[in-house]
């Protein structure tokens, strides 16, 4: 477990100090950008060595991974992230254990999640998916509304009960336009997070950019990147 420790804080290090030099090259504070920690595959030994190394935000994808390891996380000073594509007999799970789900991208979605925070008397936050590859009334080949619904979907959220309408999230599409142009897609993104908060002014969280582009997101002006492999490995192949 120490050779497993050291693994990680050598990794975390590693981003950190690519995250402080992109803030630095954007002009930007080190304190404005989050990292998250995309946990998917790995167990919950690591997460909390995570935590002991000073980590605050994880991420998962698919709630059958997550829900066990947030059970076994529950006295460590985590926020989870939701940022897979959510069916909706997933949503009563996911709200027990999610602070926010990052990938909102259909009103039938935010209908479920209301319902189900309502219920577990919590205040969930809630992020726009945006597809940068779906054209108008399309889901992304990754999830996420086009981004003409954004502005409906947004107001839909935060109407609903329980839920809050924290900003806007981002894949770097594969196919489209953006297709292997990140920085230009996470310009995008913010253009798009900028016209929300026209309307929405506390929807602040810009969630963009992976291991491998996380220094385009930052230059693009992200608030939040969520970095997997960088950080804990090469991940085994999924079950």
């Known amino acids: 477990m120490t ?8 990794n975390l290090a590693r981003v950190e100090e690519r995250i402080s030099a992109a803030c630095a090259a954007a002009g930007r504070k080190r304190e404005e950008v989050t990292l998250i920690v ?6 919950a030994s690591d997460v ?9 935000h994880v991420a998962e994808n698919r709630d059958q991974d997550a829900a ?27 709200v027990s254990y999610a602070d926010v789900v990052q990938s909102v991208d259909r009103p039938k979605l935010v209908t479920a999640l ?8 919590r205040e969930l936050g809630a992020l726009v998916q945006v597809a940068l590859d779906a ?35 981002t894949v770097a599409p594969l196919a489209g336009a953006y297709a292997g142009r990140q920085r230009a897609a996470f310009d995008r993104l913010m253009e798009i997070a900028t016209g929300l908060r026209v309307s929405h002014p506390a929807a602040n969280m810009v969630s963009a950019g992976m291991s491998a582009d996380l220094e385009d997101a930052v230059a693009a002006g992200a608030t939040h990147v969520r970095v997997g492999t960088a950080v804990l490995g090469v991940r085994p192949s999924l079950r």
């Open 48 to 56: 909390r060595l995570l935590a002991e190394l000073g980590v605050r």
């Open 114 to 121: 209301s319902a189900a925070a309502v219920r577990a008397g």
């Open 135 to 169: 054209e108008s009334g399309e889901r992304g080949e990754r999830g996420g509304v086009a981004p003409d619904g954004v502005e409906a979907l947004a107001d839909a959220i935060a109407a609903a009960e329980g839920l809050r309408l924290d900003g806007v999230m």
């Open 68 to 94: 066990p390891k947030a059970a076994e996380s529950t006295d460590l000073p985590l926020n989870w992230h939701f940022v897979g594509q959510l069916q909706t007999n997933k949503v009563r799970s996911v």
């Open 3 to 10: 050779d497993r420790r050291n693994e990680l804080a050598g």
């Open 38 to 43: 995309v946990t998917k595959t790995y167990p």
